[in-house]
């Protein structure tokens, strides 16, 4: 009999978050036949990113082989998690193209472009990604880069339905996955890099008529007031922030447990970054880097915890969250778990949002603890940072951010990729006069940059860039580490099998052992990978699939492999599967030739600063591109030439550049220029 996995998760009695072990049972403990769908971009409703499959298990995963692959036919980031319903595998690659194949063969079925216009790729801060799409009822739902969001017919990829999200004149962007709640395609945005106001927006499943909004921050009280909720929030905020936009964007976690009745989401940081310009006289600012329960229904708060009251450093409360039951205390409380940028791994009960436990799961210097009688960080005293650059730990790539973390309900084990890089954070007042394109953040990031490129590829087991953690939840604390020498790695998956799978940023794909951490199985794909794994059962067989795409925030110039311009890749392993594997391989870097420019140097400094809030975002850190856009170091002399042209007029908008006019003088692009061969001269003395 071929059932489901979504449809026994349908049966009365049997709850995923509550049931797994059962279902694990009657799906695959005796005959390992079948097919177990993975329904969500999360695989289960609760957000665990957790398979009750266990034909692969620590005993033979080391035969696991190639079944399939396929070429997504961009360079740029992958970030998806592909979900897989009744043998079909639908997901999302960069660009918001949708996809769906054979998830037995790879064979495409579909492709759908909704044609972004590539300029926007300039207003997104972290890489023109998509996590993913979701399935209800014969479509598919995918919001796109530049903020509409479509229906597709999940049989033919034909268009549906699309609606306009977001005001078209701001720095919108999608690039989280929508989720479907009770008939609704619940869907947020980002851009509080680039002075936006946070929301999020259900809209109807058949038609795409909005149902209802909730903004994340007021707007300005001399206007409508939205919501009650922000007769508490105004007495937070001061100045006028509505002005910079705010922020709070919900860019990635929302979850919906059916059986509390709520529907919980995670907002992002403010816009600037820096509070004292963005709420002069301080305040929590809320709901900024908060989780807020919402009623599915109508969008009315509910409750919220704040895990960084007056956020200044982008720490973002939109990392992913998951629901589970765990015996605290001697009791069984509904939990909600999220480890967010700023370091601490929270537990709120999530029928009132009490918060349980918070404990540092990566070392923190911008707070030593969280004083559970207040709920509130306890800051140490260099945290709010002036114009001297103050070094601080997590960075604003935070210690966790959105890649996806994985409960294990048998073990009681959460898993996690974490970050330890360090940021030099310092004010630039200019957050107030800038105009156009370009980052609004009251943060220099030319600073910043000097240590972060050192701190991610530093070699210190002891205190790695980056590392994959096994947390325990109830006694809130380690585990098992495991060391990785990339600070940008992928998303996780646990396994009835007792296994974890994680790719790397150094292009290796791997499976650990979910009760110690040893390595059990890897294999090199040629591309970093960023985004989680998925698994599935089909006529018997599991798979496990990975996105392999570099990109995303590790787009800013800090690459663990060395490759340019790498082909992002989908792949599907399965016990004794044996398809040739041969790894992805860039194009061979640009050569140095030699041109006649050279920086001037007072124009060094200040083209710094302007590079850093303009270019930073796709050329990288320093002008050190992380191979999948243009190294601008290597440009030719006709691109040096030219730079006011490209820079002011357009002239390769067609190719992705845009023009830069709104945002930059003459001046400052002569300033970027003198910058970017600074930085070339830099190469050119290693030779
Ligand atoms: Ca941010």
Redesign the pocket.
Known sequence: MMRTFRQLTRRPGVRLFLGTGLASAVLCGASGTGTVDWPYTSGERSGSHYSPLRQIHAGNVKQLGLAWSYDTGTTRGLEATPIVVGGTMYTSLSWSVAVALDAATGKLKWRHDPRVPHELGSRA?CDVVNRGVALDNGKVFIGTLDGRLQALDAATGRLLWSVETTDPGKHYTITGAPRVVKGMVIIGNGG??YGVRGYVSAYDAATGKLVWRFYTVPGNPAEKIESEAFEKALKTWSGEWWKLGGGGTVWDAIEYDPQVGLLYIGT??GSPWNRNFRSPGGGDNLYLSSIVALRPDTGAYVWHYQVTPGDSW?F?ATQPMILADLRIAGATRKVLMQAPKNGFFYVLDRVSGELLSAEPFAKTTWATRIDMATGRPVETPEARYGEQPVLLLPS?MGAHNWHPMSYHQGLNLVFLPTSGIPFAYSADPRVLSLRGHGWRLGVDLAPGGKVIVPAAHKEKPDDPPGSLLAWDPVAAKPRWRVAHKSWCNGGVLSTAGDIVFQGRGDGNFSAYSAQTGDKLWEVFLGNGIVAAPSTYSIGGTQYVSILAGYGGIGLNGLPALDTYKAPGRLWAFALNANAKLTPVAGQPRPSLTPIEAAPVPGQIGPGAQAYHRNCTVCHGINAVSSGSIADLRYASQAVFDNYRHILLDGALAKVGMPSFKDALTPREVEAIRSYVLFERSKLEARK
Request: negative net charge.
């Open positions: 801060c509080a890099e992002g940081n982008d973002t604003p």
